[in-house]
């Protein structure tokens, strides 16, 4: 288990990322995959011992809430919830972090979360003291557990942990893109920051949305759908740049009987204080994902995955 701050929440070492559970927008709930495709995806989750799952009050509209809270009611195995507040432009005073956390556990069904995290730095009208000191209240009122960021470069990081720690409470994580395919907190001092000021990085689209899994190759192309339609890592000459690492992730796969997928989100395990957090539509996909958990690729195998996964750096 991964501890968040001291005498605070333990969660696993992997989570579900629930972007995709009531949002038709950018995924095609509704249409391809409904609630009780989720709803399996959840029991399945908690079946294999992932029992931490990320949420935020924008997925899907507060949709995403919405079914996890009806999730949690049904289920007596214990849940670790973390959701995020949006700073919206109109949102500038202490009270709109107070009432946006309301309306997330009325949805949610919750008294409190474990993790509340801030999902963009912006600052608009509230700047981030006032920002911090707010939901440092609501800590001390109970109504979250710990303080997490989303998407904060590595001086964001300090200022906001700074903030924080005049209150007297650590900042815990930062929810930032990491994967194979996307290194980039490894060059821009955020990963450094994170191991510095003793915080977990939660990693989302740590399949890099599925290129990673092997199921996108040139052999097999067509035009990507949804969210993945305006991204050109989906495109012919994207995947082309990628099948060197996939030949790796499938190398490594077989020694451990694990399939591209696990291996990726394992090595992302491997290098300390990450959690992936990626996406499940379904009970197929969640127990994919926890193939990931209970095992560890040698030292040599993963040197083989970051060398050929540089460019990505």
């Not at 995709?20 to 959840?42: E, I």
């Not at 690492?245 to 499938?250: A, D, E, T």
Request: proline share 6%.
């Amino acid at each position: 288990m991964v501890k968040l701050v001291p005498n605070g929440p333990d969660i696993a070492p992997l989570g579900v990322g629930t972007w995709s559970w009531g949002d038709s927008l950018f995924w095609q709930y509704g249409k391809d995959y409904g609630a009780r495709d989720v709803q399996q995806a959840f029991d399945a989750s908690l079946a294999a011992g992932v029992s931490f799952f990320d949420t935020a009050e924008v997925y899907g509209l507060g949709k995403s809430e919405e079914l996890l809270g009806q999730f949690i009611q049904g289920t007596a195995t214990p849940v670790v919830v973390a959701t995020k507040y949006f700073p919206l432009p109109w949102r500038f005073n202490t009270q709109a972090v107070a009432d946006a956390l309301t309306a997330s556990l009325k949805r949610l069904q919750l008294p409190m979360v474990a993790l509340y995290q801030v999902h963009w730095p912006f600052d608009f009208l509230m700047g981030q003291k006032t920002l911090m000191n707010a939901l440092a209240d609501e800590v001390k009122q109970g109504r979250i557990q710990s303080i997490g960021v989303s998407n904060y470069s590595a001086s964001q990081m300090h200022q906001a942990h700074s903030y924080l720690a005049e209150r007297g409470i650590p900042l815990a994580v930062n929810q930032v893109q990491y994967s194979l395919l996307h290194r980039k907190i490894e060059s821009n001092g955020v990963l450094s920051a994170a191991k510095e000021l003793g915080m977990t990085i939660l990693a989302y689209s740590p399949l890099a949305q599925g290129l990673v899994t092997g199921k996108y190759t040139v052999e097999t192309y067509q035009p990507p759908t949804g969210a993945r339609r305006i991204d050109p890592r989906f495109n012919q000459n994207g995947l082309r740049k990628i099948e060197p690492v996939i030949s790796v992730l499938k190398e490594v796969g077989q020694c451990h009987d694990k399939t591209p997928a696990q291996v990726a989100l394992n090595w992302l395990m491997g290098q300390g204080d990450v959690v992936p957090i990626p996406g499940a539509k379904n009970a197929q996909q969640a127990e994919q994902n926890a193939g990931a958990l209970g095992w560890s690729m040698t030292l040599e195998e993963q040197e083989k995955i970051r060398a050929v996964t540089t460019p990505w750096l």
